[in-house]
Every structure is written in C-alpha cells, then in structure tokens.
C-alpha cells in the first residue's frame, strides 16, 4: 500500500492572470534560497509544487496476525509533509492521523524519557522522538526492534526483557541505621555510578546484542548495567552486594558478553555499558 499526500493547487487570484509574470529578480531568487534550507533528500509533492510543502518518504514495517490479509509483514509508504526539527516519531504519528489510523506503535513522553518508543531507524536502534529526519537517508526505513517478538507492526513483546531487569533484583538495599542518621554518599561514587543511573529500559542495547541474540536466558546488557548501578553503590549493604554479585556471574551473566560495543554504541543515553560489564567481571574475580 502506498499513501500520498495530495493537496490544493494552492495559487492566488493574483497568481492567475494573463500574459507573462515578471521575471524575479537575482536578488529575489537569492532571498528565495537562503530562506529554504532543507535536505537534499526532501522532495516537493507533485500535486503542490508549493515552497511550503516538502515531503520525506517512510517505508514502515507492517504486521497484524490477527487480521486476515495482513498475517505476512510487509512495508508500507507514507509520504509524509516534512519540517525542520522533525523526528521520526512526528513523521509516525503524522502518518497514523492521516492516512493509516491502524499504524501501530509506542510513545509516551516525546523526550527520551520514558524509552518506550525505541525502533530499527535505517539499520540501527534509535529512539523515534530523538532521531531527526533531517539526519538520515531516504527513505526512512522504519522495523520493530529486532531479535523480539512482533506483536504488531511496530509494537514488540517486553516482557522478557522486564524479566531479565527483575532478575537482577533492580532495587536499593541499605544496612539499617540509627533513628536521625542517613545513608551518607561521597561525591566520587555518585560520579562513579551516574552514568548507569541514566538507563531509560528502552531495550535499544539489548536488541543490538548478539549474545542476547542467540541466548535467550542471557541476562543482557541492560540488566548487568542496572547490577553494575548497586553494586558499586558505596551504600549498598554487604550481603545484598554479594547476592548480587552471584547472580551476574553465572552462566548467562557477565562471562557471555564478547565486548563486541554494540550496546554501547545504540544506547540513546551515552551508557558505558560494555566497560560497566568488564568491570563487573573483574568484581566478580575479586569475590573469588
């Protein structure tokens, strides 16, 4: 299927009018060009050859098994009307709310916050509301994150990425102190730990890794990351460290990462995550 965007001719009584309009002048045909910067790629639709309507092409993943016909994914164009500034997830929505309201997908907070709208932009897991249009090839292809289940369209299956999350007990345990006292923090181990405090559980890194790829029970990098954040917490109670420790360095923890940086790479928050795992593994020799 492919959906066009069509609009009015556009021109103005004055526009219309016999004989020959008045060759612009080179100082008009200057202004004209300093005011429309736009991509190389944006294309002008055929039906409105009008300066203000520029279009971007999207090629969206398409897949909904429990409509008959629509069983084999397939990739559906949309012709989208483009504007400087514009992400990927505005050129989703724009699509959904005029041509296709079936179009499926995730989003929440539009400010890479919330991470639920994390995609495969072009080749590469990005996050729908943080990529610019303006900064990819046409067209725009558009997947679900790979290596999950597709429950539609864009939409995927989570829920065992939550549960590796989950596996790694994500919550902060302290030893218990005295009435008025607190859980004191030097500022070197809370520099030491911002960094992994960061992750959004978009699943962008965990979709990219190959390990996780082919081991399902593989804890994967967001998980360890999330370990890593309470285990080098300086606050974190002793045994509860310990614990944690031993879940990480089991069979599908830490020793199956290959440190090929691929989440590293993807992550949308500039995460460390391949150096967060090694360190983990030294950790892990230490306690031994």
């Given amino acids: 299927m492919s959906t066009q965007l069509t609009e009015p001719d556009g021109r103005t009584d004055e526009q219309v009018t016999e ?14 060009t300093e005011e429309r910067t736009l991509p190389e790629w944006a294309t002008e639709t055929d039906d409105a050859p009008s300066e203000d309507e520029d279009t971007v092409r999207l090629k969206v ?53 919330c991470g639920s709208d994390a995609l495969f932009i072009n080749g590469r897991q990005r996050l729908g509301c ?14 679900p994150l790979p290596h ?8 995927v299956d989570m829920q065992h990425f939550y549960e590796q999350m989950d596996a790694v007990d994500p919550y902060f345990r302290t030893e218990e102190t005295e009435d008025g006292e607190e859980q004191r923090q030097t500022r070197e ?6 960094m992994s405090t960061r992750c959004i559980w978009c699943g962008a890194c965990y979709s990219s890794c190959n390990i996780a790829a082919g081991d399902n029970e593989y ?17 974190e109670e002793e045994t509860i460290k310990q614990d944690r420790l031993e879940i990480i360095e089991q069979e599908h923890g830490v020793w199956r990462c290959q440190t090929q940086f691929s989440c590293t790479e993807v992550c949308p928050k500039d995460i460390p995550l391949t150096e967060h795992i090694q360190e983990l593994k030294r950790e892990a020799v230490k306690k031994n």
């Fill in 148 to 155: 999950r289940e597709v429950e539609k369209d864009l939409v």
């Fill in 219 to 235: 804890l994967g990098p967001a998980a360890i990351n999330m370990a890593y954040r309470f285990v080098m917490d300086e606050r």
């Fill in 130 to 143: 943080q990529t610019q249009v303006a900064e990819l090839d046409t067209p725009v292809r558009i997947e």
């Fill in 61 to 113: 993943f398409r897949y909904d098994p429990e409509v008959e016909g629509k069983q084999e994914p397939r990739f559906d164009d949309f012709h989208v009307p483009f504007h400087q500034g514009m992400t990927v997830l505005d050129a989703l929505m724009h699509a959904r709310d005029h041509f296709d309201t079936s179009l499926t997908f995730r989003h929440s907070c539009r400010q890479a916050i």
């Fill in 19 to 32: 004989g020959p309009a008045e060759p612009e002048t080179d100082a008009e045909t200057q202004e004209q």
């Fill in 189 to 194: 181990n809370r520099e030491k730990i911002k």
